[in-house]
């Protein structure tokens, strides 16, 4: 089991760049999360896809974010134009649907993203 | 109101000796479950233990248990016999609702540090 992959592990771009993150969930899992992580705020969920489909993304800042999963084992996290302040570390994490909520959530080692 | 509550945001610890993390949550839900995560300095997010809330008994995995008090709704992370490799980040975190077919709301963590 490889894990749920994350790409890049680091990006810096400066402002006004478009900025995108990538996202393999672990196979079978039909739940994906996407998490932004600071000092200030803490973890927060950003949006989550249940088979694929978005469920909640209320936790998106501003329409300069956008997120999708074409198909089970792909989600991109799209900022366009970046802005100082989107600099986090960024998580993608899945897990499997099922009646119970005893699912942990399997999480990527992160994309840092600084934006100049 | 804050779902989950971590009040301590460091704490130390002698190597060997056990130490308990503090975690208060919020919901109205009669069904939930409850999560702590490991986070070294690394960056990764490491999942440790799950407690539901409708379990009769106290989780335990290995040297990690929690002390599950339903009626103050709190959910203390226990760590026995404290290892220098256990220095990092914990996060509490809450599922609210049956299933799992939704996000978990994490609290601010606490830093904890081994003592040699």
């Known amino acids: 089991d490889a894990g749920v992959i994350q790409s890049p592990r680091h990006e810096v771009t400066e402002m006004g760049q478009e900025v995108t993150l990538r996202c393999k969930p672990i196979?079978?899992?039909?739940?994906l999360f996407w998490y932004r992580q600071t000092m200030m705020r803490g973890l927060e969920l950003l949006i989550y896809?249940?088979?694929?489909?978005?469920?909640?993304d209320s936790g998106m800042p501003e329409d300069r974010f956008s997120a999708k999963m074409p198909n089970a084992s792909f989600s991109t996290l799209k900022i366009q134009p970046s802005e100082p302040r989107d600099s986090a570390v960024y998580f993608c994490?899945?897990?499997?649907?099922?009646?119970?909520?005893?699912?942990?959530?399997?999480f990527g080692n992160g994309t840092r993203l600084t934006v100049t | 109101a804050q779902k989950i509550t971590q009040t301590q945001p460091g704490m130390f610890v002698q190597e060997k000796e056990a130490v308990t993390l503090d975690c208060t949550y919020d919901?109205?839900?009669?069904?939930?479950?409850l999560f702590w995560y490991k986070q070294p300095s690394s960056g990764e997010m490491i999942f440790l233990i799950y407690q539901g809330s409708y379990d009769q008994q106290n989780a335990t995995e290995g040297r990690y248990s929690l002390n599950f008090q339903k009626a103050r709704k709190s959910a203390n992370l226990v760590i026995s016999a404290s290892q220098l490799g256990d220095s990092a980040m914990y996060f509490c975190a809450m599922r609210e609702g049956p299933g799992s077919a939704r996000q978990l709301t994490f609290g601010s963590g606490t830093q904890l540090t081994v003592l040699p």
């Open positions: 919901t109205s839900d009669p069904s939930y479950g």
């Open positions: 896809f249940n088979n694929n489909v978005p469920i909640d």
């Open positions: 994490a899945s897990s499997f649907l099922s009646g119970r909520n005893n699912s942990p959530l399997h």
């Open positions: 196979s079978g899992h039909n739940s």
